[in-house]
């Protein structure tokens, strides 16, 4: 779902779709996905150019190994251990690797925080958020971070403050920034809304 360009903040970040980088020499994909019918179609679509050298991580029984043309491909039972599986393999790579990751943005940035630590270049990573719109967010009073919000407000797990999430994205955390919706005037603020389906 596109967001209106007069409501997106310049920190929020922007997945255009995927594309393979003919600059690459070897290519990893990071899949996940909850939804049969787009997860089938992004498969096809990314199928009819994807590089012969292409390793994939998916996540879950989704259409990734059977469609696209794999050098190899492993699957892991859930998010974790993708990101397991990410880690072992980045700690292998070389020069010329392109990592491609397609899923909701709290993997996104989890995976992306993992390249940027085995030294992988911010030019060397794609990111297309696939499935929920939930968002990672960071408390920025006891620094939790809190994986897959959907509403406009949470109680921190660390804190227990009330927090508004805001639609100020770090890149550095990976996430939205939760800030005490309730600090003027304690216990008063809206009702929550499911904005992030």
């Given at each position: 779902m596109a967001e209106a360009a007069s409501h997106r903040l310049p920190s929020q970040p922007v997945y255009p779709p995927?594309?393979?980088?003919?600059q690459g020499v070897r290519h990893l994909l990071l899949a996940c996905?909850?939804?049969?019918?787009?997860?089938?179609?992004?498969?096809?679509?990314l199928a009819a150019d994807a590089p012969a050298?292409?390793?994939?991580?998916?996540?879950?029984?989704?259409p990734w190994a059977r469609l696209l043309p794999t050098a190899s491909a492993s699957t892991a039972p859930d998010a974790e251990a993708a990101l397991d599986l990410l880690q072992s393999r980045l700690a292998e790579a070389r020069m010329g690797l392109r990592l491609y990751l397609l899923g909701p943005e709290s993997l996104l940035w989890r995976a992306s925080r993992l390249a940027a630590a085995a030294g992988l270049g911010e030019d060397a990573i794609?990111?297309?958020?696939?499935?929920?719109?939930?968002?990672?967010?960071?408390?920025?009073?006891?620094?939790?971070?809190?994986?897959?919000v959907r509403?406009?407000?949470?109680?921190?797990?660390?804190?227990?403050r009330t927090l508004?999430?805001?639609?100020?994205?770090s890149r550095r955390l990976g996430a939205y920034m939760g800030v005490q919706v309730d600090a003027e005037?304690?216990?008063?603020?809206?009702?929550?809304e499911i904005l992030y389906p």
């Open positions: 995927l594309a393979w980088d003919p996905g909850d939804e049969p019918a787009t997860a089938e179609a992004l498969a096809r679509r050298d292409l390793a994939l991580i998916q996540v879950g029984a989704g794609r990111r297309e958020r696939f499935g929920t719109l939930a968002r990672p967010v960071w408390c920025v009073h006891c620094q939790q971070l809190h994986g897959a509403s406009s407000l949470l109680s921190c797990q660390g804190c227990g508004l999430v805001r639609d100020h994205f005037v304690p216990g008063e603020h809206p009702p929550p």
